[in-house]
């Protein structure tokens, strides 16, 4: 028997039905897709699919057709009663509904696995990686359903290319259009194939890369008692899409090469490359992660943790693990400019800060964060605490770096000290991030130190930081 498959619309009373009607008699092969509220009588819905399908087929055949029959059954009986209502027939998991379409029965399987949006991305270069965006779907376990890639250069006659969520691009590809099938399943239940059909053709990639020559070092996964840590700021979208963003901060940067479709395929292939076990990534569209990250480095057998900045601000940093190393025990978020004057942590730094009206404002006004994952080894006896961080940017913020960077130092501190009460385990510390800084800052110092002389010129950066080289 065919199959229909039928699912609820979360906080809706609407549903969505679909079937492929096939007839080679009238060359007809079309999908049909139905969105109609549940509160909508069965007689309804049937007289409506009924118009649909009669559309097609008279628009196939050229002539009037015959009334198209259209009819639902319950568990063997057709339903003919008109106050019957779809609420009442497809949301009973456990009735046995059939559709009847001029005289081909459809299984209507309620609440199969489903995908409710696949897109492919504006910009496919050869040699990198293309996988599915804004991949959303109910019901569907990504581990077993199938992905198939097709190629063809008037998107008409498809070939077969690949297999798999991800799907690497070559020379061989150039020219041609992309699509993707998709046929969600969970367990032995499958859904409805999705298609998406790229908007362009395969172009040419920009040649070697730079990364390519780091990647020859790093070709083999890290094991035993090493383990691999990539740390990346990979520019937010958000700060390229804007004539300031073009025109002063990159105007050396063509803007096709600005477009976040063009440049994750490059810093998506270059990560990778790496085989890390640990990433630490800042300056993470929330987007960017929501539909591009996560779901590719879960087909990598990464799980992952992201956190926004403070406010309205839409990106973040995140932290990815590779499963087979470690297992995620906690995760914690720290908006330093909230802690710092409400956690009694620091109620020194606040205290002379508070001293300076200016400073503080400042240091108070900034959304940075510092993301703590706490992961556990799989293999042996260890617990590892890995921070993640951005700090402010302003080249004449170098005092707030020294006390942001202070802040998380402290921060760190406790959470160790609590760490090593609670496991019987060895706690170690990483530190990862976006400090904005070189080796000659006295953030540089502090980290690698401990400390930061009194007459550092970090603490004139500012004419309302000078005190600070006094405490």
């Known amino acids: 028997m065919n199959q229909a498959y039928l699912r609820h619309l979360d906080d809706s009373e609407k549903f969505e039905l679909t079937f492929q009607y096939v007839d080679p ?15 909508e009588s ?25 009334a198209v029959q259209v009819a639902v059954s319950v568990n063997g009986s057709l339903v003919e009663d008109e106050t019957v209502s779809c609420r009442d027939i497809f949301t009973r998991l456990n009735n046995n509904v059939t559709l009847s379409v001029c005289n081909k029965e459809f299984k209507v399987i309620i609440n199969s696995p489903w995908i409710s949006g696949v897109v492919l991305p504006s910009s496919i270069l050869a040699g990198f990686p293309v996988y599915p965006m804004k991949f959303e779907s109910v019901y569907t376990d990504k581990g077993v359903s199938e992905f198939r890639w097709f190629k063809s250069v008037d998107k008409k006659d498809w070939t077969l290319v690949g297999e798999g969520f991800v799907y690497e691009t070559s020379n061989s590809d150039v ?33 070697f890369c730079p990364f390519e020559t780091r990647h020859q070092f790093t070709s083999e996964k890290c094991s035993g008692d090493t383990f691999r840590v990539v740390s990346y700021n990979i520019l937010a979208d958000l700060y390229c899409d804007s004539d300031f963003t073009r025109e002063v901060l990159h105007p050396y940067c063509p803007p096709y090469a600005l477009s976040i479709d063009y440049r994750k395929q490059i810093f998506i292939k270059e990560i990778t490359g790496y085989n890390a076990d640990i990433i630490c990534l800042q300056e993470v569209d929330r987007k960017v992660y ?45 908006v330093l400019s909230d802690e710092i ?17 200016q400073l ?34 302003h080249p004449d913020a170098d005092h707030i770096r020294l006390l942001q960077g202070a802040i998380i130092v402290r921060y760190l501190e406790d959470v160790l000290e609590e760490l090593r009460k609670k496991f019987q385990k060895r706690v170690s510390l990483i530190l990862c991030g976006d ?19 009194e007459h550092h010129v970090d603490f004139q950066s500012s004419k309302y930081s000078r005190w600070l080289s006094q405490s």
């Open 25 to 39: 008699a009238a060359k007809i092969d079309r999908q049909f897709n139905f969105c109609r509220q549940v509160s």
């Open 42 to 66: 069965v007689n309804a819905f049937t007289q409506r699919v009924a118009t649909n399908v009669e559309k097609v087929i008279k628009k196939k055949t050229k002539n009037q057709p015959q």
């Open 175 to 207: 020219g041609n259009f992309l699509k993707l099938s998709c046929l969600p399943k969970c367990g032995d239940v499958e859904g409805p194939v999705a298609e998406a059909v790229s908007s362009v053709k395969v172009e040419a990639g920009p040649g």
């Open 290 to 334: 929501t539909y591009d990250l996560q779901p590719l480095f879960e087909q990598l057998n990464y799980d992952s943790d992201f956190c926004l900045k403070r406010g309205l601000v839409a990106e973040g940093v995140a932290c990815f693990f590779d499963k087979n190393r470690f297992r995620k025990n906690s995760s914690f978020r720290l």
């Open 341 to 357: 004057s409400t956690n009694p942590l620091f109620a020194d730094f606040f205290q002379k800060i508070s001293e300076n009206e």
């Open 360 to 393: 503080s404002e400042r240091i108070l006004d900034r959304s940075s964060v510092l993301q703590v994952t706490v992961l556990e080894a799989t293999d042996r006896n260890e617990v590892l605490v890995v921070g993640n961080t951005h700090l402010y940017f």
């Open 435 to 453: 400090f904005n800084s070189v080796p000659e800052c006295g953030i540089y110092q502090l980290y690698t130190t401990g400390k930061v002389e």
